[in-house]
């Protein structure tokens, strides 16, 4: 049984997907950011500089994209091409574009401008490689996250998605630069293509009856109860996922660290007791945090270069865990590469970055507990709603950060408050505030 908890707002929507009453997924769909990633565009080529050895491109958004000039080496300034975004814009930093494109499918996306074969499974690599081996096109490259692969079935979606291609391209010429041409799927279609299409039993639960539409435009909600209280079961799961500190068994521990470059994992035995939960040894216990480990990863999205420290681990037992590892990474389709053990026996694996981690959308600086102010925003409207459903109550006084009451601004969180609630909401701006204090 599946159990889907929504909470919308004006700053940001939240969903939480449990399976057997275990948290599976978090999504967080940041109304005041704008993800780009995926989203392929007609760009207009607006600066090149060879000392960077890349091109500006216009892509119509608030920030150019850039591309390297190794992908476009005859291009010159007023040139049109259709490119996507692979990484979001980071502060100052621009969105990065590439010419080789995904265009999705559905067992297999195709991969424009490249004749490789791409998938995290080795097998399914293999048998894939050995399916294409005279079928693969110049300039249409495969991936293929899917294991449940058949040959005719694949080579027949991938000469139908070159056709949808050519066609779409096609039709991209008559279109003036800048453009965007498709849009990546939002937060609604990814839970319902991966949650809810082909689930037998779905139970929705609403913080509010209007949090329903959001999900009326594309299903039947059959299973639904609607209860304010949802709020602060989705505040305490996330706040449980992002603490530092996990605990395992009696004692024993998983510390999170992220910091800008990778991510250090360190797994803690304490006084280890072996008769918990049928540990009996301490590769029983390493195996266990492995699946920790693997669960936090994905529910707050960390990407890049990961550092795990497991117990112990003596080398005659490193590649007994390394392929209990290897079974448990095929379940997260975003584990890039396993590496292996360093020298100091620290195992180092690679998981890919798309979209937000889960840390940068509730927190502007982790380690001060500065929440992010999308966050901050979320958590003062979902306070004022339940204050206002329990005790009846429709007039706040809130401090804040300059930070968060410029955001409020921009978005107009008090008149949608107002308009959409009846709740009057008045701002005090007071640096000494880390997050919000209301003051009645």
Known sequence: MKKIFVDAGITQNRFLVFEDEELVEIYIEDISYKNLEGNIYKARVENINTYLNIAFLNIG?????????????????????????????????????????????????????????????????????????????????????????????????????????????????????????????????????????????????????????????????????????????????????????????????????????????DVNSGNIEYHFDNINSLMDFNKLAAQKVFRLLKLRNIGGIIFIDFIDVGKNQRQELLNFIMELSKDDKKIGRIYGWTKLGVLELTRARKGKKLKELIYLDYYKDILNPSYVLKLIENKCLYNKEKFFKKEFIVSIPQITYELSEKVGFTDKLKKDWDIEIKFLVEPEVLNYEFKN
Request: include cysteine; charged fraction near 35%.
């Open 61 to 265: 958004e608030n920030k150019n994209a850039f591309i390297d000039l190794k992908e476009v080496s005859s291009i010159k300034i007023g040139d049109e091409l259709i490119v996507q975004i692979k990484r979001d814009a980071e502060g100052k930093k621009a969105y990065k574009a590439s010419r080789t494109i995904i265009f999705p499918g559905k067992k297999l996306h195709l991969l424009v401008g490249s004749k490789d074969i791409k998938s995290l499974n080795k097998d399914v690599y293999n048998k894939v490689r050995s399916f294409f081996e005279d079928n693969l096109k110049e300039n249409y490259g495969i991936i293929i996250e899917d294991d449940d692969v058949n040959a005719d079935e694949l080579i027949n979606e991938y000469n139908s998605l070159i056709e949808m291609w050519e066609e779409f391209k096609e039709k991209s010429s008559y279109i003036k630069a800048p453009c965007l041409l498709i849009k990546t799927k939002d937060c609604i279609t990814k839970i319902i293509d991966e949650h809810i299409n082909g689930s037998e039993a779905v139970e929705f639960y609403f913080s509010k009856e209007k949090d329903k539409s959001l999900f009326q435009d594309y299903i039947t909600i059959k299973n639904a109860s609607v209860n304010i209280d949802i709020i602060n079961t989705i505040d305490n799961k996330i706040t449980e996922v992002m603490k530092r500190r996990h605990p395992l068994i009696g004692e024993a521990n998983i510390v999170i660290d992220e910091v800008e470059a990778f991510t250090i994992i």
